[in-house]
């Protein structure tokens, strides 16, 4: 099947990098188009992905990698007819990670914690503290091929679950907004997987 090329990562890293991190440097993806899911080299995600009565649909999914490794890879999905400008709207939005590394949860904490003050002003994140706090109670450390999805239906929060199983959920349209910003903000993690998972490169069937 075809592959989709992706940029080469820059030739000089910095000595001192020496650990991998859920949100370290540059992204790489192929994918390939599967009648039921899609697929990252040979990594998974469904097609769709339902919660409650809302369905989403798969809008973009790469695979991450630092150096050679492979550290994860990550699916964003949204409503069909959803527009990708809107997504830090509210409106439901589900991202998936598969985790291709053993990772202490007090570095998913930091993180996450890192990623939503680069996005918001000091007030807001004054405000957010509690709830970043609580979310960060949901995640656990992470082995080899678990994955956790994070998904926020409008009038009932974010919802964390881990490998299958909700761990619970963080209340307010603000937290949402928040969380996703870490991917798709104004300083995302990456601009590249934020290109990625928004659906800028086309699926192979398209």
């Known amino acids: 099947m075809k592959k989709i090329p992706f940029p080469s ?18 992204w790489f993806f192929t994918t390939t188009a599967l009648a039921n899911a899609y697929k990252v080299e040979n990594l998974e995600f469904k097609d769709t992905f339902n ?14 990698k630092f150096l050679s490794i492979r550290v994860a890879a990550a699916a964003l999905y949204l409503k069909q007819d959803a527009d990708a400008k809107d997504i830090l709207k509210d409106i439901p939005k589900s991202l ?44 656990p450390s992470v082995r080899k091929m678990d994955r956790i999805r994070v998904t926020y239906i409008p009038g009932k929060g974010t919802i964390v679950e881990v490998n299958g199983a909700v761990k619970g959920t963080v209340p307010g349209a603000d937290f949402g907004r928040a969380f996703f910003s870490i991917w798709v903000g104004n300083r995302p993690v990456d601009a590249r997987i934020k290109q990625i998972i928004m659906g800028k490169f086309k699926k192979n069937s398209e």
């Open 9 to 26: 990562l820059p030739s000089f890293y910095p000595r001192y990098l020496k650990r991998i991190v859920v949100f370290s440097l540059s």
């Open 51 to 64: 919660r409650g009565s809302v369905e989403l649909s798969l809008r973009g999914a790469g695979l991450k």
């Open 96 to 139: 998936e990670v598969i985790y291709l590394q053993n990772i202490p949860d007090v570095e998913l904490q930091n993180a996450t914690t890192k990623g939503i003050r680069l996005n918001v002003s000091e007030k807001e994140f004054k405000v957010l503290s509690s709830n970043i706090d609580l979310l960060n109670t949901y995640y």
